[in-house]
């Protein structure tokens, strides 16, 4: 049986500039920058819309949502992306897989594309960060 090897998402946060103890330079061109950011953080129950509207046609999308994975950013909406849907893709290994190798593929970041290896009994585990050579 052959299963994924990926990076985790502090590594991946640090290789676009998104680390939440790094540089977050991209946070000055979001498009939340320019308005209310109230709509980004609704009370409980109360609709996303709104926000994901504006994150979908925003330049830094992706830095955004994964600064709220690696910071592990409980409330409102980063990256189009609202509590409850980080939520789903954090417990649920194969929408995580995939957020992460979509993130690095639209970052161009070769090092950090998923890569298929070997067998789960094999000395390396699913865990394993992989990076193939640039």
Same mark, same amino acid.
């Given at each position: 049986?052959?299963?994924?090897?990926?990076?985790?998402?502090?590594?991946?946060?640090t290789?676009?500039?998104?680390?939440?103890?790094?540089?977050?330079g991209w946070k000055l061109e979001g498009l939340c920058a320019e308005i209310d950011?109230?709509?980004f953080?609704?009370?409980? %129950?109360?609709?996303?819309? +709104?926000?994901?509207?504006?994150?979908?046609?925003c330049p830094v999308r992706m830095q955004c949502a994964v600064y709220?994975?690696?910071?592990?950013?409980?409330? %409102?909406?980063w990256g189009g992306l +609202?509590?409850?849907?980080r939520d789903k893709i954090r417990g649920d290994r194969a929408r995580l897989e995939a957020f992460i190798a979509d993130c690095a593929?639209?970052?161009?970041?070769?090092?950090?594309t998923t890569i298929t290896v070997?067998?789960?009994?094999?000395d390396t585990s699913a865990s394993t960060t992989a990076h193939t050579a640039a």
């Open positions: 049986m052959l299963y994924t090897v990926i990076p985790d998402l502090a590594e991946l946060a290789a676009i500039d998104a680390h939440p103890e790094g540089g977050n950011g109230e709509q953080f609704p009370e409980k %129950g109360c609709s996303t819309k +709104s926000a994901k509207k504006v994150c979908a046609g709220a994975f690696a910071g592990n950013e409980r409330y %409102g909406v +609202s509590e409850a849907d593929n639209k970052a161009g970041l070769d090092e950090f070997g067998t789960p009994d094999s």
